[in-house]
């Protein structure tokens, strides 16, 4: 079977009714880029940028911040990279903040919410991302949007930085798509609104679930709510693919949910443009794909958003497996 999927590594993503979808990469580091094009990504879905914050005392610098960005852009050859701002907090902690302790702190300051507040540290990063856009095909999203002022701040902090940038003479690229992670409730009920100002949306499965749930995605006793195929995120989910079509944009995911060999016929079915997932997934879910009819998917989506229970989703995907 790996050496069949192995076939797959210059091709392109296309179901078997000649749709096309993009599969890329979660990465942390440049240095995850060999795992990306050994595995054939068709690009850089999520590129967590918290681990240039951790395992050490400081912040990093703008130029730090450059080279990194620099390295992955170059490295993909003008294929689309997503960055995603930085998503401290929660489980990610960076001890030299001295952040105060907080009760919930998956609710509490982190992401989006902490880098409005300490602009400094956003704006660093912000002008480190512009600088590195010239060398491939750049996409910034924020992570933890909950409504529509944060991201129209958010994107004002980064146009006044680029304005600088230019003002300098430093060039910068000249349309960079600015997106959101899809990973609170509010947002995914909203998407339609949002879908007017943004370019793109990412939905974080992993967080969004949580959130829906009111689930700590860390917490083993209540894991058996942590449910990606639930009617309740698959109706999320469908919500936020439909806003983005109806304003001409795309919505991508990059929560583990993409890669699920169980929610991939019910994505393709409810219009999923781009599965972003660990490198090591892609090539099986190509090859996954290849197989499916988009067609024939999107009535078993439109009959699983109709389901009870997520048991009831995983049957009739199960079912539709076994023909
Ligand atoms: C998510 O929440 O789905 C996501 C991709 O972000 P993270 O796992 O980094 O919180
Ligand atoms: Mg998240």
């Known amino acids: 079977q790996k050496a069949e999927w192995a076939k797959l590594v210059n091709e392109e993503t296309v179901t078997a009714d000649g749709h096309h979808v993009e599969l890329a990469a979660n990465i942390g580091t440049p240095a995850d880029l060999d795992g990306v094009k050994s595995n054939g990504g068709e690009g850089v879905g999520?590129?967590?940028?918290?681990?240039?914050?951790?395992?050490?005392?400081?912040?990093?610098?703008?130029e730090e911040q450059?080279?990194?960005?620099?390295?992955?852009?170059?490295?993909?050859?003008?294929?689309?990279?997503?960055?995603?701002?930085?998503?401290?907090?929660?489980?990610?902690?960076?001890?030299?903040?001295?952040?105060?302790h907080e009760m919930n702190p998956f609710l509490g300051f982190?992401?989006?919410?902490?880098?409005?507040?300490e602009q400094d540290i956003f704006r660093t990063q912000l002008r480190a991302l512009l600088r590195a856009s010239v060398y491939g095909n750049l996409k910034v999203m924020f992570p933890m949007i909950a409504t529509v002022n944060e991201f129209r701040q958010a994107k004002a902090v980064l146009l006044e930085e680029r304005a600088k940038l230019e003002a300098e003479g430093t060039a910068v690229a000249e349309h960079i798509e600015l997106?959101?992670?899809?990973?609170i409730p509010s947002t995914a009920v909203i998407a339609d609104l949002f879908a007017k100002e943004v370019d793109f949306f990412s939905i974080g499965t992993n967080d969004l679930i949580q959130y829906t749930m009111a689930a700590d995605r860390m917490n083993e006793r209540v894991s058996y709510l942590y449910?990606?195929?639930?009617?309740?995120?698959?109706?999320l989910v469908k919500m936020v693919i439909e806003a983005a079509h109806k304003e001409g944009k795309w919505a991508g995911m990059c929560g583990e949910m993409a890669g699920d060999e169980t929610a991939i016929p019910l994505l393709l079915g409810l219009g999923l443009d781009e599965f972003s997932m660990s490198a090591t997934s892609i090539l099986k879910a190509r090859a996954q794909l290849k197989n499916l009819s988009k067609t024939d998917m999107e009535t078993l989506a439109a009959k699983a958003v109709e389901m009870s229970t997520a048991e009831e989703v995983v049957e009739l995907v199960q079912a539709i497996e076994k023909k």
Do not use: H, W
Request: glycine fraction near 8%; proline fraction near 8%.
């Open 66 to 100: 450059f080279e990194s960005y620099k390295a992955v852009l170059e490295g993909m050859e003008g294929k689309p990279v997503v960055v995603r701002t930085l998503d401290i907090g929660g489980d990610k902690e960076l001890p030299y903040l001295n952040l105060p």
């Open 179 to 183: 997106g959101i992670m899809v990973e």
């Open 227 to 235: 449910q990606p195929y639930n009617p309740s995120i698959l109706r």
């Open 110 to 117: 982190r992401a989006i919410r902490l880098c409005l507040e």
């Open 46 to 62: 999520l590129y967590r940028t918290e681990f240039l914050y951790m395992g050490r005392d400081n912040l990093p610098t703008e």
